[in-house]
């Protein structure tokens, strides 16, 4: 976190931004945008201040909320200069008017020991006893705080344009710090942030964001060149551009979504990236007409389902705030119902990968052993295996698992399925 000490009118602005961001609908990060859009005479260091400072905030809101006694966005902020950041209130005096000074007194004083272990991991009381029934008290703890960390920057290297190597001699004569990621043979993490739409390698289109977790997805599909190959749920197409360049630009390569804009977004990285080999489309929904004449003629399909997205907590940590038991229940639903549309694209000896960026058992093996229970004509596929013919050195078991605490990327699950010959 920044040790930049603040003004007062930075502190007011700061105040407000989080007030914004704490309010009732929609997510943080498109709230923060709005705010900064609002409020463009801000400089760069000022918002890179703010912006830490509210995602500190919703790192350790329930904690926070203890401490500070309430809900109030100035007295948040404050704990966390106070508790978090270690700022002391000597410094910090001389910016707070006479009720604030009483607030600090009392933060200050206030004493976090044999808090609440939901309180300790901050998350929500339903989502904490989820996790200890699935991982054991401990475990669910380690992950928890590893979730109020902020996530490092992790890029994919374009094997159609560049190799890791080149990227990362370059990215040496520019004095930027990275490193070969552990897992992903194209990954490369950043040591500090960067403005990487003015990057020439990413302007190139030779360097992609995406998170190391995601990248072994890809992997994990495994598609080959020349095949025919589906990303059944694209979003804005990360995965996408993955296996586009994992089959060396040959082939055919389908990224379906329900989402126009994000399909459009797809677009603009495309033309970036120099693959002619990838075909978006716009489906209305999972049972779209469009998918019937193309049932059975798929090599690789890849759902990456819609989900609660509790695995990237480091990044989006108001989901953790936003989601509830109800969200979880219709997301499963439809978690279902697309894997069930998807399968049927998948011709005999393909294979249907699933996926989810959550934690939640009910959206990730429950989902996988309730498909394969109801579909004796697919098997499950060794992920370890896979993984290993791929030259990815990691062995979760049948199912990939990533978990942020243990492999340092977001939190990933997914499952290899083969349809019988």
């Given at each position: 976190?920044?040790?930049?000490?603040p003004?007062?009118?930075?502190?007011?602005q700061?105040?407000?931004?989080?007030?914004?961001?704490?309010?009732?609908?929609?997510p943080?990060?498109?709230k923060?945008?709005a705010?900064?859009?609002?409020?463009?005479k801000l400089?760069?260091?000022?918002?890179a201040?703010?912006?830490e400072?509210?995602?500190?905030?919703?790192r350790?809101?329930?904690?926070l909320e203890y401490l500070a006694?309430?809900?109030?966005?100035?007295?948040?902020?404050?704990?966390?200069?106070?508790?978090?950041?270690?700022i002391s209130?000597?410094?910090l005096?001389p910016?707070?008017?006479?009720?604030?000074t009483e607030?600090a007194?009392?933060?200050k004083?206030?004493?976090?020991e044999?808090?609440?272990?939901a309180i300790q991991a901050d998350l929500?009381?339903?989502?904490?006893?989820?996790?200890v029934?699935?991982?054991?008290?401990q475990?669910a703890?380690?992950?928890?705080?590893?979730?109020?960390?902020?996530?490092?920057?992790d890029?994919?290297?374009?094997?159609?344009?560049a190799?890791?190597?080149?990227?990362?001699?370059?990215?040496a004569?520019?004095?930027?710090?990275?490193m070969?990621?552990?897992?992903?043979p194209?990954?490369i993490r950043?040591?500090?942030?960067i403005?990487?739409?003015r990057?020439?390698?990413?302007?190139?289109?030779?360097?992609?964001?995406?998170?190391?977790?995601?990248?072994?997805?890809?992997?994990?599909?495994?598609?080959?060149?020349?095949?025919?190959?589906?990303d059944f749920?694209?979003?804005?197409?990360g995965?996408?551009?993955?296996?586009?360049?994992?089959m060396?630009?040959?082939?055919?390569l389908?990224?379906f979504d329900?989402s126009?804009?994000?399909?459009?977004?797809l677009g603009?990285?495309?033309?970036?990236?120099g693959l002619?080999?990838?075909?978006?489309?716009?489906?209305?929904n999972?049972?779209?007409?469009k998918?019937?004449?193309?049932?059975g003629?798929?090599?690789?399909?890849?759902?990456?389902?819609?989900?609660?997205?509790?695995?990237?907590?480091r990044?989006?940590?108001?989901l953790?705030?936003r989601?509830?038991?109800?969200?979880?229940?219709?997301?499963?639903?439809?978690?279902?119902?697309?894997?069930?549309?998807?399968a049927?694209?998948?011709?005999?000896?393909?294979r249907?990968?699933?996926?989810t960026?959550s934690?939640?058992?009910e959206?990730n093996?429950?989902?996988?052993?309730a498909?394969?229970?109801?579909?004796?004509d697919f098997?499950?596929?060794?992920?370890?295996?896979i993984?290993?013919?791929q030259?990815?050195?990691?062995?979760?078991g049948?199912?990939l698992?990533?978990m942020?605490q243990?492999?340092?990327?977001?939190?990933?699950?997914?499952?290899?399925?083969?349809?019988?010959?």
């Amino acid at each position: 976190m920044t040790q930049q000490l603040p003004n007062e009118a930075l502190m007011r602005q700061a105040g407000m931004a989080l007030a914004t961001v704490l309010g009732p609908h929609g997510p943080a990060d498109a709230k923060l945008s709005a705010y900064f859009r609002e409020n463009p005479k801000l400089g760069v260091k000022d918002r890179a201040f703010i912006a830490e400072s509210v995602y500190q905030v919703l790192r350790r809101k329930r904690l926070l909320e203890y401490l500070a006694d309430g809900v109030d966005a100035r007295r948040l902020l404050l704990a966390a200069q106070l508790r978090l950041q270690g700022i002391s209130l000597r410094d910090l005096g001389p910016l707070l008017n006479k009720q604030q000074t009483e607030w600090a007194h009392a933060i200050k004083a206030k004493s976090t020991e044999n808090l609440p272990l939901a309180i300790q991991a901050d998350l929500p009381d339903w989502l904490w006893e989820r996790l200890v029934a699935q991982y054991g008290e401990q475990e669910a703890l380690t992950l928890a705080r590893s979730l109020h960390l902020a996530a490092p920057l992790d890029l994919r290297v374009n094997a159609v344009k560049a190799t890791r190597e080149e990227v990362l001699e370059q990215f040496a004569k520019d004095r930027i710090e990275a490193m070969p990621t552990s897992l992903s043979p194209y990954g490369i993490r950043l040591q500090s942030k960067i403005t990487l739409n003015r990057q020439p390698m990413f302007m190139d289109g030779k360097i992609e964001v995406q998170d190391e977790g995601s990248q072994l997805l890809a992997q994990l599909v495994a598609p080959r060149r020349g095949e025919m190959v589906a990303d059944f749920c694209a979003g804005a197409g990360g995965k996408s551009l993955a296996l586009g360049a994992l089959m060396r630009n040959t082939g055919r390569l389908y990224a379906f979504d329900v989402s126009e804009k994000r399909l459009h977004n797809l677009g603009q990285r495309l033309k970036r990236s120099g693959l002619s080999n990838l075909h978006s489309q716009v489906i209305a929904n999972e049972r779209d007409a469009k998918l019937k004449r193309l049932a059975g003629k798929f090599d690789r399909v890849l759902v990456d389902a819609p989900c609660s997205g509790l695995g990237t907590l480091r990044r989006n940590p108001d989901l953790k705030w936003r989601q509830t038991p109800q969200d979880i229940e219709e997301l499963t639903a439809k978690q279902a119902s697309i894997l069930q549309s998807a399968a049927k694209l998948v011709k005999p000896g393909g294979r249907l990968v699933y996926a989810t960026c959550s934690l939640l058992r009910e959206e990730n093996e429950a989902i996988a052993e309730a498909f394969l229970a109801n579909h004796p004509d697919f098997e499950l596929a060794n992920a370890a295996e896979i993984l290993a013919q791929q030259q990815v050195p990691l062995d979760t078991g049948g199912y990939l698992k990533l978990m942020p605490q243990q492999h340092g990327t977001d939190g990933f699950f997914a499952v290899a399925m083969t349809r019988k010959s």
